[in-house]
């Protein structure tokens, strides 16, 4: 992944967690075989169980009245798709929490 895509990658979650509240966002990196996993964590609102499987859906938005569009984390998953990548919803105490992973070398 390019450095650009990997920068609207974090861009697009960044902005999500400040627009949902967070004030702290954390990265955590660690490779497992031959994939680099990235934990993202914020200390926003978090996301209702209810959402969870529908967050990456283009145009799904809990945030319409406010601007959202429902395009940034569908956005996020289509890059990292493209490379061959993933993203998934964690369960979080607190906040939104979430897992990128990625082949060292695009399929």
Same mark, same amino acid.
């Given at each position: 992944?390019?450095?650009?895509?990997?920068?609207?990658?974090?861009?697009?979650?960044?902005?999500?967690?400040?627009?949902?509240?967070a004030g702290r966002l954390?990265?955590?990196?660690?490779?497992?075989?031959?994939?680099? =996993?990235?934990?993202?964590?914020?200390?926003?609102?978090?996301?209702?169980?209810?959402? =969870?499987? =529908?967050?990456?859906?283009a145009f799904f938005t +809990?945030?319409?009245?406010?601007?959202? +569009?429902?395009?940034?984390?569908?956005?996020?998953?289509?890059?990292?798709?493209?490379?061959?990548? +993933?993203?998934?919803?964690?369960?979080?105490?607190?906040?939104?929490?979430?897992?990128?992973?990625?082949?060292?070398?695009?399929?």
């Amino acid at each position: 992944m390019s450095a650009e895509n990997a920068g609207i990658v974090f861009a697009h979650l960044a902005d999500n967690a400040a627009r949902h509240g967070a004030g702290r966002l954390c990265l955590a990196a660690r490779v497992e075989g031959a994939h680099p =996993r990235v934990r993202v964590e914020d200390d926003g609102e978090g996301i209702a169980e209810q959402n =969870r499987a =529908r967050v990456f859906e283009a145009f799904f938005t +809990t945030r319409g009245e406010a601007g959202g +569009t429902g395009m940034g984390l569908g956005i996020v998953r289509a890059l990292l798709h493209a490379h061959g990548g +993933t993203i998934a919803v964690l369960p979080a105490e607190a906040g939104a929490a979430f897992e990128l992973r990625l082949p060292l070398r695009a399929p």
